[in-house]
């Protein structure tokens, strides 16, 4: 099970769907991070960065180095979207760093087929309710990990995969 009570990194985060922002699930945040041990949320505002060290809008973060991070990554929805993927894909290709993005699973767009099959996926069972939302996601998500040998940044860690059957549905 997933341990929704565990420490969150801001406590004074507003989520609001106002923002528009598809913020990521503290639970599976939490748990993802549990594996993965995360040092860098490239995509980010003060109040929903999800780890110590973040990029926002005005550093970009599509323009920073993420070599040697373990990166977890929920970019932006927007036309840009592309561009943080391919940015991901490279990244994995530097020594010893790992990005692991959460994303729409839009299986039928030209940076999934040029990115996201050279990454591990994992497809997301049912839909999220992403933070300030009410209601589940009306898309599926799905998990995207770079490089696709992660297991060999990862070494000493143990790493299994996520249950993530505590999604919504
Ligand atoms: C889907 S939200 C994810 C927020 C948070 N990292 C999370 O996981 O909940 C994407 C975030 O990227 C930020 N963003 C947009 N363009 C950016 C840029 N060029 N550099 C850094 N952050 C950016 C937005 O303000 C937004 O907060």
Redesign the pocket.
């Known amino acids: 099970m997933i341990d929704t009570t565990s420490k969150k990194f801001n406590k004074d985060v507003h989520f609001s769907s106002a923002?528009g922002?598809?913020?990521?699930p503290q639970h599976i945040?939490d748990h993802l991070d549990r594996e993965f041990h995360f040092t860098l949320?490239?995509?980010?505002?003060h109040g929903?960065?999800?780890t110590e060290r973040?990029?926002?809008?005005?550093?970009?973060?599509?323009?920073q180095s993420w070599k040697g991070e373990r990166v977890?990554?929920?970019?932006?929805?927007g036309r840009?979207i592309g561009k943080w993927i391919s940015k991901a894909w490279r990244s994995g290709l530097e020594e010893g760093t790992l990005v692991v993005c959460?994303l729409p699973a839009r299986t039928d767009t030209r940076w999934f087929h040029r990115y996201c099959v050279k990454g591990t996926i994992w497809f997301i069972k049912g839909r999220l309710k992403?933070?300030g939302h009410s209601s589940s996601a009306p898309f599926p998500s799905m998990i995207v990990i770079f490089p696709q040998n992660w297991k060999n940044v990862l070494v000493p860690l143990t790493v299994q995969s996520p249950e993530l059957k505590e999604t919504e549905k």
Request: glycine share 6%; proline share 9%; aromatic share 20%.
């Open positions: 923002t922002e598809w913020e990521t945040f949320d490239p995509c980010a505002t929903n960065a999800k973040y990029y926002t809008k005005k550093d970009n973060g599509l323009t977890f990554m929920n970019p932006p929805y840009e959460l992403f933070g």
